[in-house]
């Protein structure tokens, strides 16, 4: 008893199934009373009847399963439930149990499979005590309760601990939305080479080797004077042949020239208006309408260009 670190005064749980018999049942609670003394408390409880008891929460300081000579219980996440709910916050929990190795049978565990399980209860602290193999008569005891007939089965001996507080239990946290003071940011120290290799003073504009170029000395005589308008016009508008002849879809005015539609200080442009909104301006004008980009003017006025506008344009 030792080893499980039984005090005076402690409440103990013991659970026992078919596969024990009385008598070992008996000696492990005449052990565990021992220990205990008269201000302890030991309860026996079948395994088929823990989950109908009338044991309240957290009343046991030690919970014992399948610890008495011969035992092979098996256990259900049922029961390692009911077990964490009747434990105190801090109690252990020890047990054996068989295991199958090859995991080849779905109504016993494998090792993983069981402390996965002792953890979605509510255990903490796994740990393993042992690992010892099934004698034959617990191996029969096996074999009958639950219908094996492999031989790929040990015993382990496991001891699980319910946390420090009470399942379901709550508390508050304590938050702060205090705003911290924003501290400056440290600028990061740069290498004394790289600093300088980057860094351009007074007297590097000094030095003999730089050569700095005029952007005025790039431009010559040609290229101050203003150009002759004669010489922006392209050269397939009559210009070059013996006789003047516009080009298909001549936009310079040539063709209103050569089609008398014009003199030579002024040209009148007189478009029909499809939808009587052209005088309004652009912003009430076609896609395709031919006043676009002119002024707005006055509902039969005649819009007139002097040849120098087309010129500047």
């Known amino acids: 008893m030792d080893r499980f670190d039984i005090k005076k005064g402690h409440n103990v749980a013991v659970i026992w199934d078919n596969s024990t018999t009385a008598e070992s049942q008996t000696r492990l609670v005449h052990d565990i009373r021992a220990v205990t003394g008269e201000l302890g408390y030991v309860a026996m409880e079948n395994i088929e009847r823990l989950r109908i008891s009338a044991h309240r929460e957290s009343t046991f300081d030690l919970v014992f399963s399948g610890l008495a000579p011969g035992s092979a219980t098996v ?16 109690g252990r929990f020890y047990f054996r149990e068989p295991v199958c190795v090859s995991g080849d049978f779905n109504k016993l565990k494998t090792g993983s499979q069981l402390s996965t399980t002792l953890k979605l209860a509510g255990f903490t602290q796994i740990s393993e005590i042992h690992t ?23 015993k382990k001996e496991l001891m699980a601990k319910k946390p420090n507080f009470e399942v379901g239990s709550s508390a508050q946290l304590k938050l702060s939305f205090v705003k911290k003071a924003k501290t400056a940011m440290e600028k990061p120290q740069l290498d004394a080479n790289t600093r300088k290799a980057w860094t351009l003073s007074a007297m590097d504009m000094n030095d003999d080797d730089v050569d700095l170029i005029d952007s005025d000395e790039l431009l010559d005589e040609d290229d101050l004077k203003k150009p002759d308008p004669a010489s922006l016009r392209t050269m397939d508008c009559g210009d070059g042949k013996k006789k003047k002849r516009a ?44 006043y676009m980009g002119m002024p707005a003017f006055k509902p039969g006025e005649k819009i007139l260009l002097a040849d120098q506008t087309l010129t500047d344009a």
């Open 75 to 90: 256990h259900s996440s049922e029961i390692f439930a009911e077990i964490a709910r009747i434990l105190k916050p801090g």
């Open 132 to 154: 010892d193999p099934l004698t034959a008569e617990e191996l029969s005891s096996i074999k009958q309760s639950v219908g094996y007939q492999g031989n790929n089965l040990i």
């Open 247 to 290: 080009c298909k879809n001549c936009t310079c005015g040539l063709a209103e020239e050569l089609g008398g539609k014009g003199s030579k200080d002024v040209k009148m442009l007189q478009v029909k208006s499809s939808c009587g909104s052209c005088y309004l301006g652009d912003a009430f004008r076609c896609a395709s309408c031919p």
